[in-house]
């Protein structure tokens, strides 16, 4: 006669090992830095582009802003790929 369904051997649930290493944490200080700089720099790019010939250190930096800002936004994202 044949086995029903019911009758089969039911598959064990598999249940990861535990593991003892204990959950990165950031620093403190990662995450304000992290916004910080991101925000400085878009701010450093929008002031350059709306006022940068009335502001006297931005007159002689001409493009130069624009690497002081990108430089603000890639150590955010540099920052960002380190927050856990």
């Known amino acids: 006669m044949p086995k029903s369904r019911n009758d089969r051997k039911k598959k064990a649930v598999y249940t ?3 593991t003892s290493e204990k ?3 950031s ?6 830095a992290m ?14 582009y709306l006022a940068g010939g009335m ?3 931005m007159r002689d930096l001409e493009d130069w802003n624009l690497a002081i800002g990108f430089g603000g936004i ?3 994202v540099i920052l960002s790929t ?3």
């Open 16 to 18: 990861p090992p535990p």
């Open 23 to 25: 959950p990165k944490i």
């Open 27 to 32: 620093p403190r200080w990662l995450a304000p």
């Open 35 to 48: 916004v910080a700089f991101g925000v400085l720099g878009i701010l450093w790019i929008g002031v350059y």
């Open 55 to 57: 502001v006297p250190y």
């Open 74 to 76: 890639i150590i955010a």
């Open 82 to 84: 380190r927050w856990h």
